[in-house]
């Protein structure tokens, strides 16, 4: 390896047996070797398909990644993007040496470590100072460096009256504070961090975050940073990849990877849901609810800055005369309702027969972020005939915003443009 | 490439310190008779081992030594090579919520058990001298158990039971991961495999029967290699002076203990690498 090269991912592949693992798994196992006697080449190996997961393959075996090759200088912030299922995850476990790539080979100097390791081998029966040894040991920090940095570690914490307490009497967000700090004080040359997998606890998102701006910016360290904000990545990385499908679909700088990752069509509808079946009613058949910019596809991500619409694809069996209307209920990630909307003039005009309703919300309307609709369809505006809670799920991202400003997320979930002005100047 | 990692096994020689400072911490947490256990365990197994085999079964454990020392020295050499194989030999599925997350040379796990195994070995080795005591200087029963000057190598054997032991259950281990069946047999086995470690007969009676035809001359040799029979063996000649003892059996049971160590620990290595994909 070069001098600046802190990491280098060489070919790196990695295969996943779909299914159960159990059957027939002694089977293939006697026919590798079987292979490997004759001094052919593992006959698994050769199967398996790229891991796209909506559409149905004929192999067993899956490509989780394929191929992958990149460098990661010293000092460097590397985002990571991709889609749900991209492999991501798989990456960072085989950076992160949890488990081995199939083919190909990982080289780094010095220590990784994930911050999303917190509390890794926490034991309720030791006192804090016995866990935050045990904690950083398996880190990996020696004993000696712990005991250089157990006061720092115990002041960040802030449990210093309860150091010695057994941990099973601690509150969890004590317990999490103290393994947050001894994480925090690791200073490995490599710093993981996993923004996909740290949902649940905000507060500890936002320090994670928070933390890893301090040591990306407090220069030196290289970061591996996985998200899903595309803003984080953009302020964050100087360098981005792009996974899709398990392979590198675009390496280059952080701001053209998220161009490239909100462009990108990956083949999968991920904000349509199509019913196949259930929801046949008497009344009506609900065929699929998706959600999309307009002009663009189900596959793309939602960007907050343009215009999206909602389409519902209902088939009515009846010749009732009652008039029937769409209400959506909109949630936000706590599963808050934050308003309701409906049609109220009934321009749906929804008969028999096949109905294609399509609801827009203007664009800087919603802010980015996870949501969830509830569907309703109601009847002369006074009985709901069908109730459907967080019926679809979707997420919002940032679109393309300015370089320079404010990256991150705005607080809220609306983001209305209202009009500004200044009537000493205007007038 | 058959590459023993012992480099980073050594530099993250902390953590298994702690590892073992965990085990003891935590090891009567919650239990009611907390280290009585470990009396209570070999003390019982020795009463029924001498009740059926030594007064139903006329065994004969030799002239001036008690059947219950005898039989207690067997088990306290064979717990200690059961328990870290027991403790070991699940290694990968007890702790696949940590191996998960962070990457540490796994090996590190099963050789704390070994270590901290060695606490049980102890407590139980005391409750052996404490009877021993009795037996020799408060009965008449003890006359002929003496200790041989080559109890020194104890130590030595110890650190054989301990690797065959950690050997064994690093196998088992890394084919449990994928082949599960495998964990019932470990329960099983070694209760099967005691029986097979002359840990309530004395060897040479085995060689006797083999001689006279009455015992086939496979199970014999079953019995005579095993190591197990081997350490037990010359676990009660080093404390008691019964059974023989030579340098080529304590040589013997050296060479199969690291061999058997060795292999765990290449077969262990190949395993780490993806059993999180299989477990």
Same mark, same amino acid.
């Given at each position: 390896?070069?001098?600046?090269?802190?990491?280098?991912?060489?070919?790196?592949?990695?295969?996943?047996?779909?299914?159960?693992?159990?059957?027939?798994?002694?089977?293939?196992?006697?026919?590798?070797?079987?292979?490997?006697?004759?001094?052919?080449?593992?006959?698994?190996?050769?199967?398996?398909?790229?891991?796209?997961?909506?559409?149905?393959?004929?192999?067993?075996?899956?490509?989780?990644?394929?191929?992958?090759?990149?460098?990661?200088?010293?000092?460097?912030?590397?985002?990571?993007?991709?889609?749900?299922?991209?492999?991501?995850?798989?990456?960072?476990?085989?950076?992160?040496?949890?488990?081995?790539?199939?083919?190909?080979?990982?080289?780094?100097?010095?220590?990784?470590?994930?911050?999303?390791?917190?509390?890794?081998?926490?034991?309720?029966?030791?006192?804090?100072?016995?866990?935050?040894?045990?904690?950083?040991?398996?880190?990996?920090?020696?004993?000696?460096?712990?005991?250089?940095?157990?006061?720092?570690?115990?002041?960040?914490?802030?449990?210093?009256?309860?150091?010695?307490?057994?941990?099973?009497?601690?509150?969890?967000?004590?317990?999490?504070?103290?393994?947050?700090?001894?994480?925090?004080?690791?200073?490995?040359?490599?710093?993981?961090?996993?923004?996909?997998?740290?949902?649940?606890?905000?507060?500890?998102?936002?320090?994670?975050?928070?933390?890893?701006?301090?040591?990306?910016?407090?220069?030196?360290?290289?970061?591996?940073?996985?998200?899903?904000?595309?803003?984080?990545?953009?302020?964050?990385?100087?360098?981005?990849?792009?996974?899709?499908?398990?392979?590198?679909?675009?390496?280059?700088?952080?701001?053209?990877?998220?161009?490239?990752?909100?462009?990108?069509?990956?083949?999968?509808?991920?904000?349509?849901?199509?019913?196949?079946?259930?929801?046949?009613?008497?009344?009506?058949?609900?065929?699929?609810?998706?959600?999309?910019?307009?002009?663009?596809?189900?596959?793309?991500?939602?960007?907050?800055?343009?215009?999206?619409?909602?389409?519902?694809?209902?088939?009515?069996?009846?010749?009732?005369?009652?008039?029937?209307?769409?209400?959506?209920?909109?949630?936000?990630?706590?599963?808050?309702?934050?308003?309701?909307?409906?049609?109220?003039?009934?321009?749906?005009?929804?008969?028999?027969?096949?109905?294609?309703?399509?609801?827009?919300?203007?664009?800087?309307?919603?802010?980015?972020?996870?949501?969830?609709?509830?569907?309703?369809?109601?009847?002369?505006?006074?009985?709901?005939?069908?109730?459907?809670?967080?019926?679809?799920?979707?997420?919002?991202?940032?679109?393309?915003?300015?370089?320079?400003?404010?990256?991150?997320?705005?607080?809220?979930?609306?983001?209305?443009?209202?009009?500004?002005?200044?009537?000493?100047?205007?007038? | 490439?058959?590459?023993?990692?012992?480099?980073?096994?050594?530099?993250?020689?902390?953590?298994?310190?702690?590892?073992?400072?965990?085990?003891?911490?935590?090891?009567?947490?919650?239990?009611?008779?907390?280290?009585?256990?470990?009396?209570?365990?070999?003390?019982?197994?020795?009463?029924?081992?001498?009740?059926?085999?030594?007064?139903?079964?006329?065994?004969?454990?030799?002239?001036?030594?008690?059947?219950?020392?005898?039989?207690?020295?067997?088990?306290?050499?064979?717990?200690?090579?059961?328990?870290?194989?027991?403790?070991?030999?699940?290694?990968?599925?007890?702790?696949?919520?940590?191996?998960?997350?962070?990457?540490?040379?796994?090996?590190?796990?099963?050789?704390?058990?070994?270590?901290?195994? *060695?606490?049980? /070995? #102890?407590? %139980? @080795? !005391?409750?052996?001298?404490?009877?021993?005591? $009795?037996?020799?200087?408060?009965?008449? =029963?003890?006359?002929?158990?003496?200790?041989?000057?080559?109890?020194?190598?104890?130590?030595?054997?110890?650190?054989?039971?301990?690797?065959?032991?950690?050997?064994?259950?690093?196998?088992?281990?890394?084919?449990?991961?994928?082949?599960?069946?495998?964990?019932? *047999?470990?329960? /099983? #086995?070694? %209760? @099967? !495999?005691?029986?097979?470690?002359?840990?309530? $007969?004395?060897?040479?009676?085995?060689? =006797?029967?083999?001689?006279?035809?009455?015992?086939?001359?496979?199970?014999?040799?079953?019995?005579?290699?095993?190591?197990?029979?081997?350490?037990?063996?010359?676990?009660?000649?080093?404390?008691?002076?019964?059974?023989?003892?030579?340098?080529?059996?304590?040589?013997?049971?050296?060479?199969?203990?690291?061999?058997?160590?060795?292999?765990?620990?290449?077969?262990?290595?190949?395993?780490?690498?993806?059993?999180?994909?299989?477990?």
């Amino acid at each position: 390896m070069k001098e600046d090269i802190i990491l280098k991912a060489e070919n790196v592949s990695k295969q996943y047996r779909l299914g159960l693992v159990g059957t027939g798994t002694i089977s293939h196992d006697l026919n590798r070797w079987w292979s490997k006697l004759l001094g052919k080449g593992d006959p698994y190996l050769r199967v398996g398909e790229s891991n796209d997961r909506s559409t149905k393959g004929k192999s067993n075996y899956v490509w989780a990644l394929q191929d992958i090759n990149f460098e990661v200088k010293k000092g460097e912030v590397l985002g990571i993007i991709g889609k749900n299922g991209a492999g991501k995850s798989t990456l960072l476990k085989i950076l992160s040496k949890v488990t081995g790539p199939t083919t190909g080979e990982i080289k780094t100097k010095g220590r990784i470590a994930s911050l999303l390791e917190v509390g890794t081998g926490f034991h309720g029966e030791m006192t804090g100072r016995e866990n935050v040894f045990l904690n950083g040991a398996i880190l990996g920090m020696t004993k000696k460096e712990i005991r250089s940095k157990i006061d720092e570690i115990i002041e960040f914490s802030g449990c210093e009256r309860y150091i010695d307490t057994p941990v099973k009497r601690y509150s969890s967000g004590m317990t999490v504070r103290l393994a947050f700090a001894v994480a925090a004080f690791l200073e490995p040359e490599i710093l993981v961090i996993d923004e996909v997998l740290a949902v649940g606890d905000a507060e500890f998102q936002k320090k994670a975050i928070g933390k890893m701006q301090d040591i990306s910016r407090g220069g030196g360290r290289t970061v591996l940073f996985v998200s899903h904000n595309m803003a984080s990545v953009k302020s964050l990385c100087t360098r981005g990849i792009v996974l899709e499908n398990g392979k590198v679909a675009f390496e280059g700088s952080s701001e053209e990877a998220v161009a490239k990752y909100l462009s990108s069509d990956m083949n999968s509808n991920e904000n349509l849901k199509v019913f196949k079946e259930g929801y046949d009613k008497p009344l009506f058949k609900l065929q699929s609810i998706g959600m999309k910019n307009t002009n663009r596809s189900f596959s793309q991500p939602i960007v907050e800055d343009a215009e999206m619409e909602i389409n519902l694809d209902v088939f009515f069996k009846t010749e009732d005369t009652g008039k029937y209307n769409i209400t959506y209920h909109l949630h936000n990630e706590l599963g808050d309702t934050m308003f309701s909307f409906f049609d109220r003039d009934y321009k749906t005009k929804i008969t028999k027969g096949d109905n294609k309703i399509n609801c827009i919300i203007p664009k800087d309307f919603l802010q980015s972020g996870s949501y969830s609709l509830s569907l309703f369809i109601v009847k002369d505006k006074r009985t709901a005939a069908f109730v459907e809670k967080n019926i679809f799920y979707f997420n919002v991202v940032n679109g393309s915003k300015e370089i320079g400003v404010y990256s991150g997320r705005e607080p809220g979930y609306i983001k209305p443009s209202f009009k500004w002005k200044n009537i000493k100047k205007d007038e | 490439m058959v590459d023993l990692n012992f480099k980073e096994i050594w530099r993250y020689r902390d953590l298994l310190f702690l590892f073992v400072k965990r085990d003891v911490i935590t090891l009567y947490k919650q239990t009611v008779l907390g280290p009585l256990w470990y009396f209570i365990q070999p003390l019982f197994t020795s009463i029924i081992f001498t009740l059926i085999f030594n007064n139903i079964a006329d065994i004969k454990t030799g002239e001036g030594i008690p059947p219950f020392l005898f039989n207690l020295a067997g088990i306290t050499s064979w717990n200690y090579f059961s328990e870290c194989l027991k403790g070991t030999s699940d290694t990968f599925k007890k702790n696949q919520n940590i191996f998960g997350k962070v990457y540490f040379p796994r090996v590190i796990m099963p050789m704390s058990i070994v270590v901290s195994n *060695l606490l049980k /070995f #102890g407590i %139980q @080795l !005391l409750v052996f001298v404490c009877f021993y005591i $009795y037996f020799v200087f408060f009965t008449d =029963k003890g006359g002929s158990a003496i200790p041989q000057l080559a109890l020194l190598a104890l130590p030595i054997l110890i650190l054989f039971m301990g690797l065959l032991g950690l050997g064994f259950g690093m196998i088992i281990s890394s084919m449990t991961t994928k082949y599960r069946d495998l964990t019932f *047999l470990v329960g /099983f #086995g070694v %209760q @099967l !495999l005691m029986y097979g470690s002359a840990v309530m $007969y004395p060897l040479e009676l085995i060689r =006797k029967k083999v001689a006279l035809g009455e015992i086939p001359e496979l199970a014999g040799n079953i019995i005579e290699y095993n190591p197990m029979t081997t350490v037990v063996e010359l676990f009660r000649h080093m404390t008691l002076g019964v059974g023989d003892f030579s340098t080529n059996q304590f040589i013997y049971a050296g060479i199969v203990s690291i061999v058997t160590f060795l292999i765990g620990l290449v077969i262990f290595n190949k395993t780490e690498k993806s059993f999180i994909d299989t477990i």
